[in-house]
């Protein structure tokens, strides 16, 4: 019996910056594997988030003042070409969206495909108690299809909810993985997603999609907080005061592998 081979995101890595003095070397987050109706499959590769900083060794090696104004960034190495998520807080006529923007420098990715062993749903809170699996070699692979075409999303357990063995009442296993990408046909987003797992049936996917959003709409609901959103919704106000945040939620009908990578 031949091995099922997935992509290797323990031992991925993408490089950023070809063709820049500096370049910077993150982790594999996730990938999104896209097959259009009629089409190829395709891939699409996320970067660790990577905060603004200087690099003096690449510059004047002045050391003033290393990390910059708080925003973080991820790059994006897909079938159509090299993007950026730019994300933060911020105040500025012009915001940035958390869309991927086209990045000027070339990223190369690399992940091999290699073994893996499956895990079934009702096996993982016990592998991951008993120490079996450490939760950091735990990954997911999440399959599914809409109008654009099938998808699948190879992503690790960032964490995992199981219920207590003492007082255990039911069957179910929950992981969430965070960042990943969401794809919609068009346009790429940063997301966490959560597979909601009841006696090994996947009972509902949801992914919670990273948006530009005015900066009070993610505050409680309140008088002052009303008011607080009229007066920002003005000219010249309107546009000024934006954050990005997780709060647009799409749920998918999915089917959920757990696995590890084989030695």
């Known amino acids: 019996m031949s091995d099922i081979l997935f992509p290797n995101l323990l031992s991925g890595s993408n490089i950023s910056g070809i063709g820049n003095e500096n370049i910077w070397i993150t982790e594999i987050q996730c990938i999104l594997r896209f097959q259009p109706h009629g089409g190829k499959p395709q891939d699409a590769y996320l970067s660790h988030e990577c905060r603004g900083e200087n690099v003096?060794?690449?510059?004047?090696?002045?050391?003033a003042q290393i990390f910059l104004p708080p925003y973080e960034v991820m790059t994006l190495h897909t079938w159509e070409g090299d993007y950026a998520f730019y994300s933060g807080a911020y105040v500025q006529s012009q915001p940035k969206k958390?869309?991927?923007q086209l990045f000027d420098y070339k990223i190369n990715v690399r992940c091999p495909d290699s073994p893996v062993t499956l895990l079934e749903a009702e096996n993982v809170g016990a592998a991951l108690l008993n120490t079996s699996c450490a939760v950091r070699n735990l990954f997911m692979k999440l399959s599914w299809r809409d109008e654009a075409g099938s998808y699948e999303l190879f992503a690790p357990c960032r964490y995992v909810n199981i219920p207590n063995p003492d007082i255990k009442t039911s069957n179910y296993v929950q992981p969430i993985s965070g960042y990943v990408l969401y794809y919609d046909g068009k346009v790429f987003y940063t997301a966490y997603v959560v597979v909601v797992i009841i006696d090994q049936i996947v009972v509902k996917t949801e992914f919670n999609l990273r948006v530009s959003v005015n900066f009070f709409d993610t505050k409680p609901a309140g008088k002052m907080q009303s008011?607080?959103?009229?007066?920002?919704?003005?000219?010249?106000?309107k546009y000024h005061i934006m954050t990005h945040e997780f709060i647009k939620t799409i749920s998918v009908v999915s089917t959920c592998q757990f696995y590890t990578y084989k030695n």
């Open 56 to 63: 003096p060794g690449a510059k004047d090696g002045n050391c």
């Open 98 to 100: 958390p869309e991927p």
């Open 227 to 237: 008011f607080l959103r009229w007066l920002s919704c003005l000219p010249p106000v």
